[in-house]
């Protein structure tokens, strides 16, 4: 069992940054591939970036993957989105979550067994 609480969202201008945060409980984090979802107001959730159980192999959605960066820290049980020049559109609800196993390919949401309950993100023009 996994229990992620995602931290580092807020009201911020285009053109900004934000570095949010997913803290996880357990011991067997780093047996975790961890990914990023979004959802904005009225749409779907959408996949985000994921990173491979040890940091070493990443993945991201084409709209991101110029602006936005994944990273973990197994030794603090962490996992990171670095988001800058942040753009209207990228207002959403930040979601984590976790797979045991699993690799950077795992994109679709329901793929995924573990999940935080969010962080809002608010881009202003």
């Known amino acids: 069992q996994v229990q992620l609480v995602e931290s580092g969202g807020g009201l911020v201008q285009a053109g900004g940054s934000l570095k949010l945060s997913c803290a996880a409980s357990?011991?067997?984090?780093?047996?975790?591939?961890m990914a990023w979802f979004r959802q904005a107001p009225g749409k779907e959730r959408e996949f985000v970036a994921v990173?491979?159980?040890?940091?070493?192999?990443?993945g991201y959605a084409d709209s991101v993957k110029d602006r936005f960066t994944i990273s973990r820290e197994n030794s603090k049980n962490t996992v990171y989105l670095q988001i800058d020049s942040l753009k209207p559109e990228d207002t959403a609800v930040y979601y984590c979550?976790?797979?045991?196993?699993?690799?950077?390919?795992?994109?679709?949401?329901?793929?995924?067994?573990?999940w935080g309950q969010g962080t809002q993100v608010t881009v202003s023009s």
């Open positions: 990173i491979s159980w040890n940091g070493g192999s990443t």
């Open positions: 357990g011991r067997t984090f780093s047996r975790y591939s």
């Open positions: 979550a976790a797979k045991p196993g699993g690799n950077t390919y795992y994109r679709k949401g329901y793929e995924y067994d573990y």
